[in-house]
Each structure stands twice: as structure tokens, then as C-alpha cells.
């Protein structure tokens, strides 16, 4: 578990800090379509890491809930709750 927590921060850490810092401290003017593009591929990586951080929380507790048989107590609040 740590080797994962570690391969993402490093890759956050490339993805995020260092290359955008030697593409821009190296003192070439970039063109507005360069820089359109890399608008589109940084709001895209934000989406599949917001799809990602929404959907494998859910994964995991259908898949737990499944093991101890929760999914009927949990499916009984949310009905009790859509009620009031």
C-alpha cells in the first residue's frame, strides 16, 4: 500500500511541478494553441482523477457491503430518508 501512495505522489509530483517548471523556465514564448492544449490535457486529467475519486470509494463499499449484507440496511435509510 505504501509503494502505491509513493508512485502517486511522485507522479503528481512530475505531473504537476516539475514538468510544467522546466517547459516554462526555459524562456521559449509559447504559442496560444500550445498553451490550449495544455489546458485541455491538464481539465482532462482533472476530470478522470475526479471520476476516479468518486466512483472507487462506491466500488469499494458495494463490494464490503455485499460481504456483510448491509446493502439492505443501507437501501431501507436512504427510502426512509427520500421520504421525509
Known amino acids: 500500500m ?3 501512495w509513493a508512485i502517486g505522489l ?10 510544467p517548471g ?3 523556465t526555459t524562456g521559449y514564448i509559447y504559442s496560444e494553441l500550445f ?3 495544455w489546458f485541455y490535457l491538464s481539465f482532462g ?4 482523477a475526479a471520476i476516479f475519486f468518486i466512483k472507487r470509494p ?10 456483510v449484507n448491509q446493502w439492505e440496511s443501507l ?7 427520500m421520504r421525509l
Not at 486529467?45 to 478522470?48: K, N
Not at 437501501?75 to 430518508?81: G, Q
Open 75 to 81: 437501501v431501507k435509510r436512504l427510502f426512509f430518508i
Open 35 to 37: 498553451l490550449k492544449r
Open 10 to 19: 511522485a507522479l503528481a509530483l512530475v505531473l504537476v511541478v516539475i514538468w
Open 22 to 24: 522546466i517547459m516554462f
Open 2 to 4: 505504501c509503494t502505491r
Open 58 to 67: 462506491i466500488i469499494e463499499f458495494l463490494q464490503d457491503s455485499s460481504k
Open 45 to 48: 486529467w482533472l476530470i478522470v
